[in-house]
């Protein structure tokens, strides 16, 4: 096992991701979590659409609110941000 899966072993061993460990999708995160954008995927709209409100690879984010059947809540750049969980599945974050 690389160190790299080691990481991701114990992350998940812990029940949540810690540092160092490969991306999550936005909408995976639980409340509470922090993290940086490291990618956004989707089409040239969605991608203009996710910048414009000031999330871009980079940023930090933290999770306010990712209930079940409800939007995710997101706090970035001094900016709450409400957002379809199906959106934040195209939201990659590096948990921090």
């Known amino acids: 096992m690389t160190d790299s899966e080691e990481g991701f072993v114990h992350g ?4 949540m991701l810690q540092a160092g460990t490969h991306p999550q999708s936005l909408a995976q995160l639980a409340s509470g979590q922090k993290g940086v954008v490291s990618a956004i995927n989707g089409d040239a709209h969605f991608i203009g659409r996710i910048t414009a409100i000031g999330l871009t690879v980079g940023c930090p984010v933290e999770i306010l609110r990712n209930e079940r059947r409800q939007p995710v809540l997101l706090y970035s750049r001094d900016t709450m941000i409400a957002m379809d969980k199906r959106e934040g599945e195209k939201i990659m974050v ?3």
């Not at 998940?12 to 029940?15: D, H, K, W």
């Open 12 to 15: 998940l061993n812990n029940g």
């Open 94 to 96: 590096k948990i921090t």
